[in-house]
T-cell receptor, first 120, second 114 residues
Framework: GAGVSQSPRYKVTKRGQDVALRCDPI?????LYWYRQALGQGPEFLTY????????KSGLPNDRFSAERPEGSISTLTIQRTEQRDSAMYRC??????????????????FGEGSRLTVL | AQSVTQLDSHVSVSEGTPVLLRCNYS??????LFWYVQHPNKGLQLLLK??????LVKGINGFEAEFKKSETSFHLTKPSAHMSDAAEYFC????????????FGKGTKLSVKP
């Protein structure tokens, strides 16, 4: 498709289960970002990749959260042993170029519609 | 450390009247500043960006913002609101460079009354 695609759009899971959220960026986009947005808040940075390399994971809240982008395209954000406080909208974004690519980041990120996670 | 403060969580205007959404930022370096808009059940979309060129920045849909370093502000304005402008607006700061992340404000929900 033409835009950033995320799946599933909605996920309801029980506490303690693992979940995997998928992001398919715009074709050819170098950089891919994961954000988390709690109700009534702005998105908060989790991690980002240039190609397959994870450049910054400082926003991941703890070691239950991990992300990968093995072939430099699709990315998966995995949350192990989910807790109720993990409930949020998880947003993926991509950009044509990004930090560390030899050009300044333009800041123009293209966002998907998000994956809403509810942990019961 | 960089941060963004959106001064109003909710703004309500009548159609055809001006829009003002306020944003103040804090940054140790020369920041890049952005406004993103989020319509219901849609992804975030870039409205406009400031990256140290002209201080008055024009964006899509008639919106513009002025970077005022002395006031550390980057307020978003539009001369005449349209019903389709009803959405949530986020002010965003980035220090660029080697950092990969954008810092979002908490958002301002804009309502437009007929």
């Amino acid at each position: 498709g033409a835009g950033v695609s995320q799946s599933p759009r909605y996920k309801v899971t029980k506490r303690g289960q693992d979940v995997a959220l998928r992001c398919d960026p715009i074709s050819g986009h170098v950089s891919l970002y994961w954000y988390r947005q709690a109700l009534g808040q702005g998105p908060e940075f989790l991690t980002y990749f240039n190609y397959e390399a994870q450049q910054d994971k400082s926003g991941l809240p703890n070691d239950r959260f991990s992300a990968e982008r093995p072939e430099g395209s699709i990315s998966t954000l995995t949350i192990q042993r989910t807790e109720q406080r993990d409930s949020a909208m998880y947003r993926c974004a991509s950009s044509l170029v990004g930090p560390g690519q030899g050009v300044p980041s333009t800041g123009e990120l293209f966002f998907g519609e998000g994956s809403r996670l509810t942990v019961l | 450390a960089q941060s963004v403060t959106q001064l109003d969580s909710h703004v309500s205007v009548s159609e055809g009247t001006p829009v003002l959404l306020r944003c103040n930022y804090s940054s140790s370096y020369s920041p890049s500043l952005f406004w993103y808009v989020q319509h219901p059940n849609k992804g975030l979309q870039l409205l406009l960006k400031y990256t140290s060129a002209a201080t008055l920045v024009k964006g899509i849909n008639g919106f513009e913002a002025e970077f005022k370093k002395s006031e550390t502000s980057f307020h978003l304005t539009k001369p005449s609101a349209h019903m389709s402008d009803a959405a949530e607006y986020f002010c965003v700061v980035s220090e660029g460079g080697s950092q990969g992340n954008l810092i979002f404000g908490k958002g301002t929900k804009l309502s437009v009354k007929p």
